[in-house]
């Protein structure tokens, strides 16, 4: 069991580009999510995966955000016309899901600077 | 909204010393989970706990779930410099649910030499 996995681990760049980030879940985990995290605050919901379905998103992942797991597997983040205030780290989690107890496992992160 | 309130945010002591984070809500969650996290990388799970009332031990921390599953505290007992790193507290919302975590804003703890 090698663990979430997340890359790049960190990416620069200039205002208005785009971005793409790829997470590799634990395997045959089928829930994923994606969460941001700011400096000195806990990481918060961005969207989820159950399967390839998307089922839920937060008012946070704005129209330039998109999220995608076309397989069930991995699952890619996209932003596009980066803004200053998307620089934050991106964490992906995944769970197995059993029962009541919904414990997520985290990969490293991709850290996001955008200048 | 659900919130998760940590205290204190930030604490810093002396190797040896215990204490105690807490992790607060008025509203009640199926499962709380604990991370540490360390700069630059994902929180890394510590415990996860299910039951009201219930008490698990790792090592020299004890994690407590209040009776009403809206509460929680982490213990540690005669801190390591190793213990430093930032603690946080996420509740999940319940099965038929996402299971989302809701996550509290974290307890940076320095342990000093």
């Known amino acids: 069991d090698t663990g979430v996995s997340q890359d790049p681990r960190h990416k620069i760049t200039k205002r208005g580009q785009n971005v793409t980030f790829r997470c590799d879940p634990i395997s045959e985990h089928n829930r994923l999510y994606w969460y941001r995290q700011t400096l000195g605050q806990g990481p918060e919901f961005l969207t989820y995966f159950q399967n390839e379905a998307q089922l839920e998103k937060s008012r946070l992942l704005s129209d330039r955000f998109s999220a995608e797991r076309p397989k069930g597997s991995f699952s890619t983040l996209e932003i596009q016309r980066t803004e200053q205030g998307d620089s934050a780290m991106y964490l992906c989690a995944s769970s197995p899901r059993r029962g009541n107890q919904e414990t997520q496992y985290f990969g490293p992160g991709t850290r996001l600077l955008v200048l | 909204t659900q919130l998760l309130e940590q205290s204190p945010q930030f604490l810093s002591i002396q190797e040896g010393e215990n204490l105690t984070v807490y992790c607060n809500s008025s509203s009640v969650f199926s499962s709380l989970q604990w991370y540490r996290q360390e700069p630059g990388e994902g929180p890394v799970l510590l415990v996860t706990?299910?039951?009201?009332?219930e008490v698990k031990k790792l090592k020299r921390l004890t994690f407590q779930f209040g009776d009403a599953r809206k509460d929680s505290s982490l213990h540690i007992t005669a801190a390591q410099t190793g213990d430093t790193g930032l603690y946080l507290c996420?509740?999940?919302?319940?099965?038929?649910?996402?299971?989302?975590?809701?996550f509290g804003q974290g307890t940076t703890l320095q342990v000093k030499p």
């Open positions: 996420a509740g999940a919302q319940g099965s038929g649910n996402t299971g989302k975590l809701i």
């Open positions: 706990v299910v039951t009201g009332g």
